[in-house]
């Protein structure tokens, strides 16, 4: 068929069919476009929309577990600062005769007379061991409070506990002091180690 028949045919056709063709055909074309267009990208964007929500939160899960990671690893570097100053303060097996020694000095310099210092036996805790000594000393009470006060202010850690005092005679300004120092030191693997039963050897 020529083109210019097919011109005629179209100038033949009402205006309002040439406008519902028009019309019509546009239809198509959006339906088309939309379906090989539009909708294949539509479920990429909601994929992606799915997975950039899903990596938000786990952006912000990591996040949180930073925060608590860096405060996890503050406190932990203070206990650590408060372990090493414990350790500091509790001297181990072979300084308790050092320190015992500095003890007796330390009353000899109080202007008082050591009747008797005797270490008990050793009471173990749970990471430390507790060291009694019974000391019993003789000189005026201003004597034995600043013994007892150059006692406390020793960089390792000694308790004075159950003082009792008794003048050496009626109106005597010269007493008798007993008391117990409590001295300790830091447990160590041979005390983990004498803890444990012995095995019984088989006959």
Known sequence: M????IYEKIEKIKMP???LIWVGTLVVLAGVFTWLVVLPKTDTINRLEKDITRLEQRL???????RNLKKFREELAQVDAQFKEALRLLPDRKEIPSLLTAIT???????????????RRERPRDFYVEIPVDIEVRGKYHDVAVFFDRVGRMERIVNILDVSMRPVKKNSNILNTKCVAVTYRFKGTRDESASKPK????K
Do not use: V
Request: without cysteine.
């Open 60 to 66: 912000t899960q990591a996040k949180i577990k930073a």
């Open 2 to 5: 020529e083109q210019g028949a």
């Open 105 to 119: 000095r330390l009353g000899t310099e109080s202007n008082l007379t050591f009747l008797r210092f005797s270490p």
């Open 17 to 19: 069919y040439r406008l």
């Open 199 to 202: 095995k019984k050897k088989k």
